[in-house]
């Protein structure tokens, strides 16, 4: 037995068909993610340690979405910072203790948001072993005395 559809059936099975798609399509919106964002990564020194303050941003934190993971990565060392109590603020500051460095490591950092998962990891950020202020402040020092001992030369 064939099953014959007539031209007004396929005629009702299109228009069905498209206006179900069509009802589908428009129920469809776009999904941005609300992955945390690292803003900066500063370095900053406090007696002999380098400490890393990375300000972090999340869009729309609540109490049930938000920061529970920092990591560092310092030239391929990762290291976890295990917020406690996680991070339900818009922008938020976390400190990370390098300790005494020695070198000029290049820093990494991300965030983990327990709903959308890991941000991209930020820019490379190269931690120099003095502050650049320090280097300024040795600048000037070194040329007053250079100064001071071509002065004292000339009056002789």
């Known amino acids: 037995m064939v099953c014959k559809i007539s031209w007004c059936g396929r005629g009702i099975f299109v228009v069905s068909f498209m206006t179900l798609t069509m009802i589908a399509w428009c129920q469809i919106s776009p ?15 406090s007696g002999a340690d380098t400490i890393l303050n990375i300000t972090v941003r999340h869009a729309s934190p609540t109490s049930s979405h938000y920061i529970d993971v920092v990591e560092v990565d310092i030239e391929g060392d990762v290291q976890t910072i295990n917020l406690d109590p996680p991070q339900s603020a818009p922008t938020f500051l976390v400190q990370y203790n390098m300790g005494e460095i020695t070198e000029t490591p ?3 950092t991300r965030a983990h948001c327990n ?6 990891w930020s820019e490379p950020v190269v931690v120099p072993e003095f502050p650049a202020i320090y280097l300024l402040l040795m600048l000037v020092i070194v040329s007053i005395v250079v100064l001071g001992l071509k002065s004292k030369s000339l009056v002789r």
């Open 106 to 108: 290049t820093v990494q």
């Open 115 to 120: 709903f959308h998962g890991w941000s991209s």
């Open 31 to 45: 999904v941005s993610a609300d992955v945390p964002d690292v803003l900066s990564v500063e370095p900053w020194i």
